[in-house]
């Protein structure tokens, strides 16, 4: 086969592009260079830009959340992706996961 992307198609009686194969590549390596971590910096530039940084601290005043997730907004050095999904900020902000890989794209770029 010429790439792990071709199959042999019997009728043809060539190789052809698997394109669901192209598909999953290309979706591997866009992701792949979405950044996990950023600094708190770039995180909160990039909410700015996008006009969400007073989403954000409205859902970290808010009065029902937990006290730990306020200290880890506040006192923390990096943001990482997962932690952004496990806190709940995601759903928070309506967020999805295309959504959520620009804005750390954008912050990386800070």
């Known amino acids: 086969a010429p790439s792990s992307e071709h199959d042999w198609d019997v009728d043809q009686r060539a190789w052809v592009i698997n394109e669901a194969r ?26 700015l830009q996008v006009d969400l940084l007073d989403d954000v601290d409205a859902v970290i005043a808010a009065e029902a959340t937990p006290r ?10 990096e943001v990482r992706r997962d932690w ?27």
């Not at 260079?33 to 600094?39: E, K, L, M, R, T």
Request: a negative charge; glycine letters at 2%; zero cysteines.
């Open 68 to 77: 730990s997730l306020k200290i880890e907004w506040e006192y923390a050095s």
């Open 84 to 110: 952004v999904e496990a806190s709940g900020l995601m759903s928070a902000l309506k967020l999805d996961d295309e959504a959520l890989d620009r804005l750390f794209v954008l912050a990386a770029s800070l």
């Open 22 to 47: 192209v598909e999953a590549r290309e979706a591997a390596e866009k992701k792949a260079a979405v950044p996990v971590v950023v600094s708190i910096k770039q995180a909160r530039l990039a909410l």
